[in-house]
């Protein structure tokens, strides 16, 4: 499932910043360029007097420009600032010709949902005898790095060749830690994945101790659960785990926009289920009937959305007047249509812009009814 849904913090935030004026920035990396201060410099600038012609007021705008100045590191920031004041996200792989300053209505939604919907949170796990190794990898970063270790010592840890009358007495206490140590394992690696909503649990290692592991982890991970073949021990062998799970959760991401992509199309082909239209997808999105919208670009077309209901979205805004709401905005489509998404409860999915079951605009959507 998309994790791009009203359940997700910043997007939830991003919700309740609209009727303008909000300004969006994407500040690329700073890079490693000896002229990298001046180049933040001129940016913070840029920022500072895009935030004062919008008349935010001064401690917003001063913070903004010092979130920029002092940006170091290897990932863009997303910013966005209205009078309520200031939210900012690190965005992965932006380059400078995805560079946004604007003044609208509604924040660009477009980079934050690429970013998140490419870059979803998951575990590696490796796990032996004794524990495990549990690491949180967000935005393309470990973020949190825990060793579980289980009650048992090196004793019984190992099954031994002790033979004669005691031999099924150690190996029965040997499976016996095993199954205990696991058991912790499994815990935490369910207490971690609540943590981060982890949408793909790589466990590696041992392959007794993985598949017990795998056995006492609830039944709601089975679908999120990997089992890895490689086995890691030293340096090397650990960045190729990581490695190895940042593709399996890519080809996770591919599986999941070809489903979604052929429902899409099997739907429009029985012209039942679908809409495919860009005002169709608005009309779909005024009642809620939207189960997943299909976004396959970032459209700037004007369309109009009511101040009071983020729902009430069309091309036209007589359609809304004539509904009874005096306050309509003018906003970007795409926008328009992400907040009415994220109002109404629908997933989204980032798909391709072209494919033969690609929506013909930047819109498409698999309806609930």
Known sequence: MSPLTPADPLLAELLDRRGGPVVTAVVPAPGFEGDTLARMGIRAKELRAALEDAGLPADVVEAAG???????????????????GLLVSTLVDVDESEEVLQVETLPRYVPFLRDRFERRP??????????????????????????????????????????????????????????????????????????????????????RAVNLVADHLPERFRDHLVLDDRQPFDDESDAAVFERATTLLRDRVAREIVDVLERFGEARGRDDGAAADDAD?????????????????????????????????????????????????????????????????????????????????????????
């Open 66 to 84: 010092a979130v920029v100045e002092s940006h170091v590191g290897e990932d863009a920031l997303g910013i966005v600032a209205d009078e309520s």
């Open 281 to 369: 997808v608005l009309a779909a999105l005024r009642t809620g009937a939207v189960a997943t919208l299909l976004l396959s670009g970032d459209s700037g077309e004007r369309v109009h959305v009511a101040a009071d209901d983020p729902m009430q979205v069309s091309m036209r805004a007589e359609d809304l007047t004539g509904l009874g709401f005096d306050d309509v905005l003018e906003c970007r489509l795409t926008d328009a249509a992400v907040q009415a998404a994220l109002a109404g409860g629908a997933e989204i999915v980032v798909v391709p812009e072209h494919g033969p079951n690609s929506p013909t605009g930047a819109l498409g959507a698999i309806l609930r009814y």
């Open 122 to 207: 998951h575990l590696v796990v490796r796990a032996d005898r004794r524990g495990a190794q549990v690491a949180r990898v967000e935005r393309g970063e470990i973020s949190r790095d825990t060793e579980v270790t289980g009650p048992g010592d090196e004793a019984t840890i190992r099954k031994v060749q002790a033979g004669g009358w005691s031999h099924k007495r150690f190996q029965n206490r040997a499976e016996h830690t095993w199954d205990q140590n696991a058991q912790e394992v499994a815990d935490a690696v369910a207490s971690e994945a609540d943590a981060i909503d982890a949408e793909l649990i790589v466990v590696t290692g041992d392959e």
